[in-house]
């Protein structure tokens, strides 16, 4: 049982470290103007948009000047979760 909460941990760090790098680059593509019709785009703004609103829907500081702040919130909250959810259950897996 301690091998599939593991496996399950594991899963949750990949999932949610993949998620950090589509922010990341979904971040980086604003700053070069893309084009909106390219699939890549529409697909990082498909992932990554529902996310980014309800930030700023939540903590409206997050738009300061023309900087949109967001995709910072997101990334240090996925790295929180990304710390905290496979490290307990790998602890919870140390103990069964």
Request: charged fraction near 10%.
């Amino acid at each position: 049982m301690d091998l599939v909460i593991r496996g399950l941990a594991q899963l949750i760090h990949v999932v949610l470290f993949g998620y950090q790098l589509v922010v990341i680059v979904a971040a980086l593509i604003t700053w070069v103007n893309p084009d909106p019709y390219n699939p890549i785009v529409r697909t990082l703004r498909a992932l990554t948009e529902p996310v980014f609103y309800r930030v700023r829907r939540w903590l409206p500081f997050v738009y300061v000047s023309g900087i949109d702040l967001s995709p910072v919130v997101v990334i240090l909250v996925l790295g929180f979760l990304d710390y905290v959810i496979p490290g307990n259950l790998i602890r919870l897996a140390m103990h069964v």
